[in-house]
């Protein structure tokens, strides 16, 4: 029997550590200086923040909620904001974002990505103070279309604050609202 709760220890301390291990349990302290690449880093930080809060503690009964029949469940808004991600991320590489279809993912491992995507997105840009070289590349089989960051801010951006805000909705619909402790204002938990 203790090793039946020794194990349970042990099992409930490598959770514990891998969801601390996660970025944006808290946004990380804010630069000293204002420069477009770090203003930007903070946005892509708030996001970070705000996603994994509206994320945080989600049951099976939430990620198939959704408001109607013709709505998106919150896991297929997860998968949404995953995709969004992945269209900042490319654009900050260089790298162009094609027809080709990512195997779906579980909602964990969907959820760790789409955070990663974002702390790597806040790393680059607050290295860097010329924005206008971080264009977004669609190709589609003989077609190539590029846009400029600004549409980066309004686009991918923006879209993924917003929807980030629908599953905050739809997890307090299904039963479960966010943490209360956890503030958009200081991008801390309150203690």
Request: cysteine-free.
């Amino acid at each position: 029997m203790k090793k039946i709760f020794a194990l349970i220890f042990l099992i409930n301390i490598s959770m514990s550590q891998s969801q601390e291990s996660l970025p944006y349990y808290e946004i990380p302290d804010y630069p000293d200086s204002y420069t477009s690449g770090n203003i930007m880093s903070r946005m892509i930080d708030g996001l970070g923040f705000r996603f994994y809060w509206a994320t945080e503690g989600l049951r099976n009964t939430d990620l198939s909620y959704r408001i109607n029949s013709e709505s998106r469940s919150s896991h297929e808004t997860i998968d949404h904001i995953y995709n969004l991600s992945t269209v900042i991320l490319n654009s900050l590489e260089g790298l162009p974002n094609t027809d080709n279809k990512n195997e779906k993912l579980g909602f964990k491992e969907t959820r760790k990505q789409i955070l990663f995507n974002l702390k790597r997105s806040s790393e680059i840009l607050s290295k860097s103070n010329d924005l206008s070289s971080f264009k977004i590349i669609f190709q589609r089989t003989n077609n190539k279309s590029e846009y400029p960051f600004w549409n980066q801010i309004n686009g991918p951006i923006e879209d993924a604050v917003w929807h980030s805000g629908q599953l905050a909705i739809l997890r307090r619909a299904s039963g479960n609202p966010i943490n209360p402790k956890a503030s958009v204002f200081s991008g801390k938990i309150k203690k």
